[in-house]
């Protein structure tokens, strides 16, 4: 019985998650984050190999959780970019 317990929390991969944030990063670089937001650029870079490495490791609500860290520092960098250069 516990094992069907066991088996049932499992989550899925955060495909969806990783993807966002990857895409908020690359935006981010293309806005001129590196120049104008390196702080919170490179905190997004940090949470998602972060997430990578729980990913890898199958702790898939860690990876979740530092994926949507990811993307919220690099939105935050891609908005802190885009006030910059105005």
């Known amino acids: 019985m516990a094992m069907l317990l066991a088996a049932g ?3 899925s991969p955060p495909v969806q998650e990783m ?7 690359t935006a981010a ?3 001129g984050a590196e120049e104008y937001a390196a702080d ?3 905190a997004a870079v940090e949470f998602l190999n972060s997430a ?9 609500h860690f990876a ?16 802190l970019s885009e006030a910059d250069r105005e």
């Open 29 to 31: 670089k293309e806005a």
């Open 40 to 42: 919170e650029l490179n």
């Open 9 to 11: 929390c499992q989550t």
């Open 64 to 79: 979740r959780r530092d994926a949507i860290a990811a993307k919220s520092k690099a939105l935050d960098a891609l908005k």
């Open 52 to 60: 990578e490495t729980y990913l890898q490791n199958d702790s898939f």
């Open 19 to 25: 993807s966002d944030a990857r895409q908020a990063i």
